[in-house]
């Protein structure tokens, strides 16, 4: 799938945006669906390989991004998402 910027031929454009995902979930692994708030922000959080996922995807992002600017991480209340978020 190709993205094309139409905004850039109008405007410089000075941010960038990354969509990340959570890591794998205990959710996934027992082969659950969990988008109940009342379920997940509490249960549902990283599994150890999820956890493994978010430390070397961040390593990439790191690798391929300047990693002398700072960036502003937004994540859902989900436990899965937090923990993604804080590593």
Excluded: C, W
């Amino acid at each position: 799938m190709t993205f094309i910027n139409h905004l850039s031929d109008i405007v410089n454009l000075r941010n960038k945006y990354f969509g990340v995902r959570h890591g794998e979930s205990e959710a996934n692994v027992a082969h659950l669906i969990s988008s109940n708030p009342q379920i997940g922000i509490e249960s549902h959080g990283l599994s150890p390989y999820g956890r493994l996922q978010v430390i070397e995807n961040t390593k990439l992002f790191l690798q391929n991004n300047s990693s002398n600017k700072s960036y502003i991480i937004i994540a859902s209340d989900f436990r899965r998402a937090r923990e993604t978020a804080d590593i």
